[in-house]
């Protein structure tokens, strides 16, 4: 997401920033603490993965365990509606740059609505924020439509409802508290609520990303035709590694999962979290499709 520190980012938006009053937290991405326990390995509903998956996806469970830090975890069946969940998925992590796909969803609507007309200038920004993270083109849209007033305030109806700021940064899209939740909402808000024309624009663009974000649900492989938005940075307190994933994998975006992983790691954690995201999802689904 940034390669520069983040407090570069908080210094050069700070002007930039609403008044609106800050939600008070209750959790920071430091202290991370869960707003429910639920099971370690847990399937939401009646509906049922099949047994090979569902192994895979207990043994990439117990791989994030063994990996630092720790990561919530949610996977969909859009097919059968089973979904799992683990006992992090509910917890509150820095979002870092995955924000930038409900700023996409909320732009097109907004379009669609005659409430803003997009240029081919806003279009190609939006491309940039879906293919390569592109942080620049996420500010200039953040601070061009609206800001916190008009994008965070519609972000819940696109599935973040766990969200919140905090009131030690800026309000802007990267500093955003989320689950993995969330996320799980927000990527199926785009493949079964989006109109088709929005949903193939957006499912292309996650299929065609730049290298800088082929890994988390990447790591499926070619043969699962993943589409990811990915985000990443070194966002907590004590300067450890954010690295987030987002996406989904099979015939006609079968599968959804969402990996939030806050490695707890300072140094190398960039690299220490794109293997253990990578790893969840290759372990999940690589080899699976034929």
Not at 143 to 148: A, I, K, L, S
Request: hydrophobic share 40%.
């Amino acid at each position: 997401m940034r390669p520069s520190p983040r407090r570069m980012i908080a210094t050069a938006l700070l002007a930039a920033v609403f008044a609106t009053p800050s939600i008070a937290p209750t959790a920071t991405a430091a202290q991370p603490v869960t707003t429910a326990v639920v099971a370690a390995d847990q399937v939401a509903g009646k509906a049922h993965f099949d047994w090979t998956l569902l192994n895979r996806i207990r043994r990439a469970n117990a791989y994030a365990q063994s990996r630092p830090g720790f990561a919530g975890i949610v996977v969909r069946d859009r097919k059968t509606g089973a979904v799992w969940r683990n006992q992090h998925s509910d917890t509150l992590i820095w979002a870092c740059s995955t924000p930038k796909l409900a700023m996409v969803v909320d732009l097109l609507l907004r379009n669609d609505a005659g409430v803003i007309s997009l240029t081919a200038e806003d279009r190609d920004l939006m491309h940039r924020m879906l293919n390569s993270s592109d942080d620049n083109a996420a500010h200039t849209l953040w601070n061009r439509y609206g800001g916190e007033r008009e994008f965070a305030s519609r972000f819940p109806s696109y599935g973040m409802t766990d969200m919140r700021f905090t009131d030690q940064h800026p309000h802007h899209w990267g500093w955003i508290l989320t689950t993995a939740d969330d996320l799980d909402r927000l990527v199926n808000y785009v493949l079964t609520e989006l109109p088709a024309q929005h949903r193939d624009y957006i499912v292309n663009e996650m299929r065609s990303v730049d290298v800088n974000q082929q890994w988390g649900v990447w790591g499926a492989g070619p043969a699962a035709r993943p589409g990811n938005k990915n985000g990443w940075s070194d966002d907590n307190d004590d300067g450890s590694w954010l690295m987030n994933s987002v996406g989904f994998v099979g015939p006609d975006e079968r599968y959804t999962l969402a990996i939030m992983n806050n490695t707890q790691v300072v140094d190398n954690g960039y690299a220490v979290g794109m293997e253990t995201t990578t790893g969840i999802s290759r372990i999940m689904f690589e080899g699976y499709f034929r």
